[in-house]
């Protein structure tokens, strides 16, 4: 049994008056590769800004390998939801990239270590070819996976990824998980998705965000579970049949 | 033009004009793509009030007006960073402010009668060499700080937020860089004037932008299009006699129209030379 790498107990938080997320507790393990689910608005990019520090929680307490968010932020890897910010800015994919080297609380000069770990996070991306481009003249496909480099490019512990698959095609998305996967044997990931039939055969346990938090330590993703994280019925739909992901369940 | 370089003042007007060129496309590359003009705009307008506190009270121009906007810059910046939607109104006032404090002070100043056309469109052409070691020294500061700061400068431009988590401290950046636009602000007042100021901050910078894959070309490529403006209005002001500072803003602004009618017509048909 390994020890929960992060810990979230009683957390509360609100936005203007308005709560967004009420009596979350949490806990989990090292190297699960977990699911956040919910409706928009139901709090799982609030969820995901709490634990890496960048707000506050109203009450309640965040440990992550034991120690609050903002002292161990630099372990941590983030794919922010919205890729387009900045999105004229003259600044070329390896400079994106690189922004994934500063280091905590060092001054930013960067060494040829830091070229080369740039570099092979965006080949696992196959993103090399694309380094010197201006990040503007790509699509968003293209910038999703130069945000995703970024991110491995801190070679990061834990690794949020805020809807990463929204911009990407079919194709793009099994690769992308496939990388994940693999990266899963070493890092713990969070992955906010609405691909729940996709998910459900990569990810290690689910969450389901709205307001509060359900976490369910397995695999699978049920239609209860769908009712309760976007609050009224949704049909799962299992297409691509060749392996049925979806455990079936009785007739009513 | 080359025959008029042998007078002092024609030479001081070129270096003065090197420097300002080297500042601005520096300076203004960042003041553009963090969508800093107005605040820009703000210190420049509110240091005048920092000019009027230099006379009223017969401090020296330099430790008035650069204390005065010193203290703007510093307001402003904090109310960009609590509440940065509404920030507009707050520098807009501050603006108005410094002006009117300005305008007011030399009215009281007894027996002094200033030229305040000097301080709107400067005076390139009456730069004493002082201000040019002045301006030297400036330009040396503020490239070494940008070159020393560059990585964190960008990614504090680009993604505030990734910058936070990667454990730059954005806040005390923002302050560093907002207090080395004031500096340049005032010393470049002195030479060029406040108008020109935020024509050349915010101009090349600009056209530069949209031909730059990276920051640091849009900063050389801003610098040699100051420069060119600079230079070529600085020859057309000679030779035909008119007001330097205003015929390089016209230079500038020419050529601000000039590649904005040259991307909708030529670049659209081009999209692959972007």
Not at chain 2, 129 to 142: A, K, N, V, Y
């Given at each position: 049994?390994?020890?929960?790498?992060?810990?979230?107990?009683?957390?509360?938080?609100?936005?203007?008056?308005?709560?967004?997320?009420?009596?979350?507790?949490?806990?989990?393990?090292e190297k699960e590769f977990v699911a956040f689910i919910g409706p928009n608005g139901g709090g799982k990019t609030t969820l995901i800004k709490l634990l890496l520090g960048i707000l506050k929680p109203d009450c309640g307490?965040?440990?992550?390998m034991g120690q609050p968010p903002a002292k161990v932020a630099h372990?941590?890897?983030?794919?922010?939801?919205?890729?387009?910010?900045?999105?004229?800015?003259?600044?070329?994919?390896?400079?994106?990239?690189?922004?994934?080297r500063l280091q905590f609380h060092r001054w930013s000069r960067l060494s040829k270590k830091d070229g080369i770990a740039a570099k092979?996070?965006?080949?696992?991306?196959?993103?090399?070819?694309?380094?010197?481009?201006?990040?503007?003249?790509?699509?968003?496909?293209?910038?999703?996976?130069?945000?995703?480099?970024?991110?491995?490019?801190t070679d990061p512990d834990i690794l949020f990824l805020d809807e990463p698959t929204a911009n990407i095609d079919s194709q793009g998305r099994?690769?992308?998980?496939?990388?994940?996967?693999?990266?899963?044997?070493?890092?713990?990931?969070?992955?906010?998705?609405?691909?729940?039939?996709?998910?459900?055969?990569?990810?290690?346990?689910?969450?389901?965000?709205?307001?509060?938090?359900?976490?369910?330590?397995?695999?699978?993703?049920?239609?209860?579970?769908?009712?309760?994280?976007?609050h009224c019925p949704v049909e799962i739909i299992a297409h691509g049949i060749p392996h049925r992901i979806l455990k079936t369940h009785g007739d009513k | 033009m080359i025959e008029a370089l042998q007078f002092e003042f024609m030479r001081n007007a070129v270096i003065a004009g090197f420097f300002a060129s080297l500042i601005c496309g520096v300076?203004?590359?960042?003041?553009?793509?963090?969508?800093?003009?107005?605040?820009?705009?703000?210190?420049?307008?509110?240091?005048?009030?920092?000019?009027?506190?230099?006379?009223?009270?017969?401090?020296?121009?330099?430790?008035?007006?650069?204390?005065?906007?010193?203290?703007?810059?510093?307001?402003?910046?904090?109310?960009?960073?609590?509440?940065?939607?509404?920030?507009?109104t707050f520098i807009g006032i501050l603006w108005a402010v410094g002006m009117a404090t300005g305008i007011i002070l030399l009215d009281l100043t007894p027996g002094y009668n200033v030229n305040l056309i000097s301080y709107l469109f400067g005076?390139?052409?009456?730069?004493?060499?002082?201000?040019?070691?002045?301006?030297?020294?400036?330009?040396?500061?503020?490239?070494?700080?940008?070159?020393?700061?560059?990585?964190?400068?960008?990614?504090?431009?680009?993604?505030?937020?990734?910058a936070k988590l990667r454990g730059v401290p954005v806040n005390l950046i923002y302050f560093l860089f907002i207090g080395l636009i004031a500096v340049s602000i005032v010393i470049l007042i002195r030479v060029v004037g406040l108008i020109l100021v935020i024509a050349l901050l915010t101009i090349p910078p600009y056209i530069a932008e949209k031909y730059s894959r990276s920051l640091s070309k849009m900063m050389i490529l801003s610098t040699i299009l100051a420069g060119v403006f600079n230079l070529s209005g600085l020859w057309l002001a000679y030779t035909y006699n008119l007001t330097s500072g205003a015929t390089i803003i016209l230079v500038a602004a020419?050529?601000?129209?000039?590649?904005?009618?040259?991307?909708?017509?030529?670049?659209?048909?081009?999209p692959e030379l972007t």
């Open positions: 049994m390994t020890n929960p790498i992060i810990e979230v107990s009683h957390l509360y938080f609100s936005y203007n008056g308005a709560p967004v997320l009420s009596d979350v507790s949490l806990s989990i393990r307490t965040i440990k992550i372990r941590i890897g983030y794919v922010p939801q919205d890729v387009s910010i900045n999105k004229s800015f003259p600044i070329s994919v390896m400079d994106v990239v690189l922004m994934g092979n996070a965006l080949e696992s991306l196959e993103m090399l070819k694309f380094q010197n481009r201006k990040i503007d003249d790509l699509s968003g496909g293209q910038r999703e996976r130069v945000f995703i480099a970024r991110a491995l490019a099994t690769d992308l998980y496939l990388l994940l996967k693999e990266l899963n044997k070493t890092k713990t990931i969070f992955v906010v998705s609405h691909d729940t039939m996709v998910l459900s055969s990569y990810v290690t346990s689910v969450a389901c965000v709205n307001k509060d938090v359900h976490y369910h330590d397995a695999a699978e993703i049920t239609e209860e579970m769908m009712d309760m994280g976007y | 300076i203004g590359s960042f003041v553009v793509v963090n969508r800093l003009v107005f605040l820009a705009g703000g210190i420049a307008h509110a240091a005048f009030g920092g000019i009027g506190i230099a006379l009223f009270f017969g401090v020296p121009y330099m430790l008035g007006t650069l204390g005065f906007s010193l203290l703007a810059a510093l307001i402003m910046t904090a109310v960009v960073l609590k509440n940065k939607s509404r920030a507009d005076s390139i052409l009456a730069v004493p060499t002082s201000d040019i070691w002045w301006m030297l020294g400036l330009s040396f500061f503020t490239i070494v700080s940008t070159g020393f700061f560059y990585r964190d400068l960008l990614a504090i431009s680009y993604d505030d937020e990734f020419a050529a601000f129209f000039i590649s904005m009618i040259f991307d909708m017509f030529f670049l659209k048909k081009h």
